[in-house]
Nanobody, 122 residues
């Protein structure tokens, strides 16, 4: 199984920047993709950005395009989220996600981090 640990959350002023990190560890055959989701108070969890580990393919929510950038270090099984021009509506708990093959012959699994709070407020 994959264990995910996020870091980098905190309080930031509107218009500011923040970078989140997520490191994957544990027992697995291969990670398929990693990404970030978020959940604001009173709302459902939504996709922020994802990318495949074997390609450069990425997917961003419309609300963060041009402001957020996802990147990775496959050798370290780490994914980053650079957040610029932050808005109050970006306030949420941000969760790291990984899809992976537990074994060489197994079907894909899904793992979630504990979450890190990002608060954008003046």
């Amino acid at each position: 199984q994959v264990q995910l640990v996020e870091s980098g959350g905190g309080l930031v002023q509107p218009g500011g920047s923040q970078r989140l990190s997520c490191a994957a560890s544990g027992s697995f055959f291969r990670i398929i993709a990693m990404g970030w989701y978020r959940q604001a108070p009173g709302k459902q969890r939504e996709l922020v950005a994802t990318m495949f580990t074997t390609t450069s393919s990425t997917n961003y929510a419309d609300s963060v395009k041009g402001r957020f950038t996802i990147s990775r270090d496959n050798a370290a099984n780490t994914v980053y989220l650079q957040m610029n021009s932050l808005k109050p509506e970006d306030t949420a708990v941000y969760y790291c996600n990984a899809r992976y093959y537990p074994t060489m012959s197994g079907s894909g699994g899904d793992s979630w981090g504990q979450g890190t709070q990002v608060t954008v407020s003046s």
